[in-house]
């Protein structure tokens, strides 16, 4: 699967599908491709969207934006709700891929790698999940070589959110959050 879609419109239903690395189903999100920048690929999660893998499901508190970049091992989800805690949760991934769907919708497929770069409101910026990681590095057979690109990409995010670089930043989100705010064109 392309790592960039080519044709994709804006307004398209993009599903984004994460894996674990033994092919086990993982989060299932859907959303609103909103367009592209030299980061990668935007799309809009309404509040309100079903958000569901094995054994739960919930709808979603608030709106998000979901960055599925050009190049890197991660995808990131950028909220816009001051009561949420959470700003910014980037997910270490990998093989992601877009798929072309029935009715001009998208598929983004991605193998999760456990580690997560977060924002908070209440602690800060931090790497979650290390111990799973650790855990899913043995059970699941992960190549040396993908350890090793993950903790140097997950250390690099790291300091490019505490540094409040782009596309990480409230700044470079206002021209994205602004477009999943008008409505679709009529086609």
Same mark, same amino acid.
């Given at each position: 699967m392309p790592r960039n879609p080519a044709g994709v419109a804006p307004g398209a239903l993009v599903v984004a599908r994460a894996w674990k690395y033994d092919a086990s189903p993982h989060w299932v999100v859907p959303g609103f491709y909103l367009g592209s920048d030299e980061y990668g690929h935007w799309v809009h999660q309404p509040a309100g969207s079903l958000v569901a893998r094995p054994g739960t499901a919930h709808l979603a508190a608030s709106d998000a934006l979901c960055l599925f970049p050009s190049h890197g091992l991660w995808i990131a989800t950028l909220y816009d709700d001051p009561n949420e805690d959470f700003d910014l949760y980037i997910d270490l991934a990998d093989r992601i891929g877009w798929q072309e769907m029935k009715r001009g919708a998208w598929e983004v497929n991605s193998i999760d790698l456990d580690l997560d770069v977060i924002r908070s409101r209440s602690?800060?910026?931090?790497? &979650? &999940? $290390? &111990? $799973?990681f650790e855990q899913h590095r043995l059970s699941m057979g992960y190549p040396e070589a993908l350890q090793q690109l993950i903790r140097a990409e997950s250390a690099t995010l790291l300091d490019a959110v505490r540094a409040d670089q782009a596309p990480f930043s409230r700044g470079h989100r206002e021209r994205w959050l602004q477009a999943a705010q008008k409505p679709p064109a009529a086609g």
């Open positions: 602690r800060g910026t931090f790497l &979650d &999940d $290390e &111990d $799973e």
